[in-house]
């Protein structure tokens, strides 16, 4: 019997993906759970899994197939025995389990991989003997993709194990995300017009875009483009904040509390209390929404992307400064799930660790408004009638015209700098 391989669901708004490499090839025979093949989102890579004991007969799609659509027939599978032994569309399990869909780092090209294969027999001598060397099942996989031999890779991992560190470091000196250097073509000097340094491509490196960072331009540019952004700024003391997370600090076993924790339960409690900047915009209507599902902007070398804390307004600054903890590094590392960066309901972006002091940023869609934080800096202040030196952070909100209007978004900043100038209406 033959089964149907498809892309399944992939996350909120996400309708198509990059077929990036197959782990199997046609006549392969599979296991249930055998990885088939990975797919690229524009934040994340996938997993598919063979739904059933049998043959892979036919590749549909072949690797390196851009925006293959949700649901779209990836390959046919021959059932062993002629019985289906799992459902016909990857991605779904059987009712009343829980849907397995595992980010994995994103496959190499295969410039790095013949480079890699080329070179990897000079780094370590190949083990004469026939077992086959310990390792992950992720860095299997990798060096299979790869072509590079597991006796040829120096294991580093627990217990002798060959680690996914130790393939890419066979990996690392061709990296595709390196630039990529073209030649520079003759220039041939026109007798009418000096010579154009700009236009010498000697001058420059060719860096291709990650598929995060260019669904970011294209987004961005779509929401410059479309929607009508307003911005307010604001100044809040920060002396209150700064003197009860040093105190917090100085008596604690764990984990340190960050600064941010302390902004994003400012931001959840704020949007709490003025509900119309809690929104997104729906084609000519407005949701409000009943919880505070707060987006926060993280830096990863792939891209910007904004993991989502759910129900924020429910949370302790503890509870948020872990879960951002944890959620920011599972980002820097391509392990977010699509439902960990879908569905946010107001996004916070903090650049003050980088000593930037304001900044005007750009509305994720649909979102109605967006919070940029600058960096908590000591200025001059008057106190009492009287000048003094203060800490001081400046924030502003970028925020669609269509769903709010200027005096919601000055009640949401108001609200906010009530609550971080006073940390114990923070902290309780």
Known sequence: MSIEVRLPELGESITHARLSVWLKREGDRVNRGDILAEVETDKTSIEIESPADGVLMSVRVPAGTEKVRVHEVLALLEAAGGVSAGPAIVGAEPPGETPRI???????SPVSVAEAAA????????????????????????????????????????????????????????????????????????????LVASDDESRYDLVTLSPMRRVSAERLTQSKQQIPHFYLRIDCAMDGVAGARAQINAGANG??????????????????????????????????????????????????????????EQKSVVALNAEIRALAERARNGKLLPTEYTGGTCTVSNLGMFGVTSLYPIINPPQACILGLG????????????????????????????????????????????????PWLLLL
């Open 255 to 312: 984990d340190p509390l960050s600064l941010t924790a302390f902004t994003l339960r400012a931001a959840a409690l704020a949007l709490r209390k003025v509900p119309a900047a809690n929104a997104t915009w729906a084609d000519g209507a407005v949701r409000l929404y009943k919880t505070v599902d707060l987006a926060v902007a993280v830096n990863t070398p792939s891209g910007l992307i904004a993991p989502v804390i759910r129900s924020a």
């Open 102 to 108: 595992t980010p994995v780092s994103p496959a190499p």
């Open 119 to 194: 070179q990897a027999p000079a780094l370590v001598p190949a083990d004469p003997v026939g077992a086959e060397p310990f390792a992950s099942p992720l860095a299997k996989r990798m060096a299979h993709a790869a072509g590079i031999p597991l006796a040829s890779i120096r294991a580093t991992g627990p217990g002798g194990q060959i680690s996914r560190a130790d393939v890419d470091s066979v990996l690392a000196p061709t990296s595709a995300s390196a630039p990529v250097r073209r030649p520079a073509p003759p220039v041939v000097p026109s007798p009418a017009s000096p």
């Open 375 to 422: 960096a908590i800096e000591e200025r001059p202040v008057v106190r009492d009638h009287a000048p003094a030196v203060g800490l001081m952070m400046t924030c502003t909100l970028a925020g669609d015209h269509r769903a709010l209007d200027g005096a919601t978004g000055a009640a949401f900043l108001a609200a906010f700098r009530e609550l971080i100038e006073d």
